[in-house]
C-alpha cells in the first residue's frame, strides 16, 4: 500500500522567531520548536498542515505566488484581532465573490494572507 503524503507549508521570513507568535495566533498554532533558521508550528490538538517559517537573506519584493486562507465565520473581528497584534490590511474594503467574502490582509513582515468567510455568512 502506498504512502499517503502529508502536508507542510514553508513560509520564508527575516526573523521566524519574531513573526512565530504573529502566526500562532492567527492560525491557534503552537510552537513545536526553534532550530537555526527555522522555527516549527503545529496545529493546538486538531489536524491539519504544519507551518515552518524558515529564515531567508533577502526581503520580500513582490506579491506572493502561493498565500494562506484563514476560514471563519466572522471575518472582521479576526482581521480587527489581527491588527492588534500587528496585521495590517492590504485593502479597505471586504471583497466578494461567489458568495464568499474575504479581507486581504499582510503579516508583519508583509506576507499575503485572506480572512475569508468560505460562503458562511450567507450574504
Not at 521570513?13 to 512565530?20: I, Q, S
Not at 498554532?29 to 486538531?46: H, I, K, M, Q, T
Not at 467574502?101 to 503579516?107: C, E, G, P
Amino acid at each position: 500500500m502506498a504512502e499517503t503524503p502529508g502536508m507542510g507549508l514553508v513560509l520564508d521570513c527575516n526573523d521566524p522567531e519574531a513573526l512565530a507568535p504573529f502566526w500562532a495566533t492567527a492560525l491557534d498554532y503552537v510552537p513545536l520548536g526553534a532550530v537555526e533558521n527555522y522555527v516549527l508550528l503545529v496545529p493546538d490538538a486538531r489536524p491539519g498542515p504544519k507551518l515552518l517559517l524558515q529564515r531567508v537573506p533577502e526581503d520580500k519584493s513582490g506579491k506572493n505566488r502561493m498565500h494562506l486562507d484563514i476560514e471563519v465565520a466572522d471575518i472582521e473581528a479576526l482581521a480587527t484581532s489581527l491588527e492588534g497584534i500587528g496585521a495590517q490590511r492590504v485593502r479597505a474594503d471586504v471583497v466578494t465573490e461567489h458568495g464568499s467574502h474575504w479581507i486581504l490582509m499582510a503579516d508583519p513582515e508583509d506576507n499575503e494572507f485572506c480572512i475569508c468567510d468560505g460562503g458562511q455568512s450567507g450574504g
